[in-house]
Each structure stands twice: as structure tokens, then as C-alpha cells.
């Protein structure tokens, strides 16, 4: 009885009812079981989702059915995978997050850096719906992230200004676009691999990637951008006429009536993951699992891929004809003819890369 009476919330009602029923009155209430002797916190988790059409797309296939199928409330907690991996860093002692979706390159360092912890496969047994590809483990065996869907980066470009095709990545160095192109910056989960491609196409390897920054330090674009929603204002407003970005992004804006169309540069197709991860320290582990379950049923997964275009990881996906022309993999492929990055090792270099590029593109 003591440990209830010193609720906070207890405390409020039993100074409201005295106010008007006097002290006696209130002790009455309270001992009647009238006024609650705890009050009922409504479960609730805060899942780091993506910004833009991306958040959008995981409130309205994951977040908001989750909510309607358990009634456990989800809040929203927008960024890009670099500002959700330095949150979690952040917030490691006491972490306000409880399930986190980040990008394939912060994964791993996130694992490494304890800020998330392994994900029991009994407590989601929904699991066994994944391709065995999409489930991350450590050398150890241990499951420190599922996947959720594929992306690639492609070419974008508006066919009213842009005649002819593009061919190559480099066609965004061609003097007629000066000024109205763009790439991505380090915020985008797949910078550091499409600077990959780039610098081994210049003559560039893992220990030097001088060819590349040396080659951007040329480029005149609009902009380098992190958040994709930016990007889309930029593309809808004729700001620019081409550049490096999703697939998905140009499908959207199609779908909208804006003039875009897309082509896959003979370079290759840098390809990432959008990944769920249970944080380390969250002080709603089972909820957390329970919505991870939920995330990985073929529904949620299948809905992913019919908005925002990203190739679910699923044994069976179930998709509309016109959404299956738009998987990164193409009309007639299936997930396992990408190509995923050695993520580790490109965690080994993102820094340095990161840093070249402030150095020497940004602060040029």
C-alpha cells in the first residue's frame, strides 16, 4: 500500500478528489477503490523509422496495423540510418528507443558497438519467413539484425531535358547538366558503396580512393544529398535533371505525373538492406519483439515493396504485376541476383571515405 500511495499519478487524483470532497472524502475513494491505487500506463514502443515517403510507407504498412492489431501504441521516430545509429550511441546507458530500422552499412557497427542485442528467434518465430540471406548473424551465430527489403541506386533522370539515356554514372560529369545534377552525400546508406563502384571504374582500390575524390572535386551539381525527401522536392520543381538515387523514389514521383524515367548504368548497381534491430537496454523488450515479429510477417513486407519498390526478403512474395517491374531486381529476377556488399568491410572504411569527402569535395 505504501509503495501505490507514493505513485505520482495516485498522489494528483487523491489532491484533486480532497479539493472538492475534503481529505476524508478522498480517503474514502481512494479506500473504496473509486479513485485507482496505480495508475494503467498504456504499453507503448518508439521504433527509429526513415524520413520522407520511407517513414510514410512503414507507419502505413507496419506501425499503424501493429497498433490496431495488438493496441499497443508505436511512436515514430524519424531520421536517416546515421542520425538513428548516433542516437542509439547516444542514448546507450538509457536508451529512449526501442526498435530501430537502419540502413545495411551502420548494422554491423551498430552490433559492434553494443547499441543493439541479439534477437532470439524463439520470441520471433515469424523469422522462418525470411530468405535465409536476410537473417544477420555474427561469426558467433547470433541474430543482430533481419532485413526488410532490398534497394539499389540507379540512374534518374527527367526525358523532356535529358534526350538521350544515360549509360554510365559518369554521365552526370557531361558539361550540358552543369549545375543541375546530384548524388548522394555520406548520409545515404549507400555513399561509400557507390563511391566504390566509381573509384574501381577510375582505376581506385579499397586503400586508395584518391581516383574518386579527385573526380568529384570536378563535378558541379545542385546538391549532395542526405535526405531523400529534399531530393524529391528538388527533382518535382525541374531544379535538376539527373542523378544517383533509388528507384523508388523515381516510381513515386512517376506515379505523381512528374516526368522521370530511370536507367542502370553498365558500371553495376551498388545494393543495400533496411533492417530492423531490437536495442540494446529497451525497457519494453517484449513489445519490441512482439513488433519485430509482427514486421516480419509476409503482409507488412509485401506492402513495403508495393510503395516504396523494395524487394522483400520473403520465400514467397506476393505482388501486384506492375510492383514486381519495379523490384531492384527487375521484372523477371528474383533477390538472389543481387549483388549485397561486404558490409564489414565497408564499415572499415566508411570514416576514412567520409572524411576524404569533407576534405576534399565539400570543403574544396
Sequence with gaps: MEKNWKNRNTRSLFKVAAKYTGQASALALLFAGILPLTAQAKDRITVAVYTGPWAVAQKACVLDPFTKATGIETVSEPGTSPVTFTKLRQQKDNPSIDVAWMDAPFSASAWDEGVVEAIDPKAIPNMSNLLEGAVYRTDKKEIYAVGTGYLTYAMLYNPTVVKEPPTSWFDIWKPDYAGRVFAPGPGQALFVPFLMVLNKALGGTNANFEPVMKKFKELKPSSYYDSTGVLQASIQSGEVVMGVTYPSIAWQLADQGVKVAIAYPKEGLPTTEIRLHLVKGTKNKALAEKFINFALQPEPLD?????????????????????????????????KDLAIPDWREIASVRQRVTDMWNRQVVGR
Excluded at 308 to 317: A, E, S, V
Aim: charged share 30%.
Design 303 to 335: 506492402c513495403l515493396a508495393e510503395k516504396i519498390f523494395t524487394g522483400p526478403p520473403l520465400k514467397d512474395p506476393k505482388l501486384s504485376e506492375e510492383t514486381k517491374k519495379r523490384m531492384p531486381w527487375g521484372a523477371n529476377g528474383t533477390a
